[in-house]
């Protein structure tokens, strides 16, 4: 049974950081795509940063880009992203999606449960 499970949110300061970890189990971590998505509150799924099975190929949208960092052990089945410069807008609950390939492009086929951040004052 393939097991995504988030944790590391949290209420940051606006300006502050967290790290999420998304640890996993049921598959070969290190063959598949991984993402983190977000959903704010009231509003749609977004995807936020993609990283390639070995590590090497990573992707973010534009509004996180060169704030967050995505990143994986795969000696440890674990993905993470670290959140920095954190913003109001960045409130959402954090997915970890596990990829139907070894790249972020394919589609995504399992979810975690989510954990949620808070950005405020």
């Known amino acids: 049974e393939v097991q995504l499970v988030e944790s590391g949110g949290g209420l940051v300061q606006p300006g502050g950081s967290l790290r999420l970890s998304c640890s996993t189990s049921?598959?070969?971590?290190?063959?598949?795509?991984m993402s983190w998505v977000r959903q704010a509150p009231g509003k749609g799924l977004e995807w936020v940063s993609g990283?390639?099975?070995?590590?090497?190929?990573?992707t973010y949208a534009d509004s996180v880009k060169g704030r967050f960092t995505i990143s994986r052990d795969n000696a440890k089945n674990t993905l993470y992203l670290q959140m920095n410069s954190l913003k109001p807008e960045d409130t959402a609950v954090y997915y970890c999606?596990?990829?139907?390939?070894?790249?972020?492009?394919?589609?995504?086929?399992?979810w975690g449960k989510g954990t949620l951040v808070t950005a405020s004052s």
């Open positions: 999606a596990h990829h139907r390939g070894y790249n972020w492009y394919y589609g995504m086929e399992y």
């Open positions: 049921g598959f070969t971590f290190s063959s598949y795509g």
């Open positions: 990283i390639a099975s070995g590590g090497g190929s990573t």
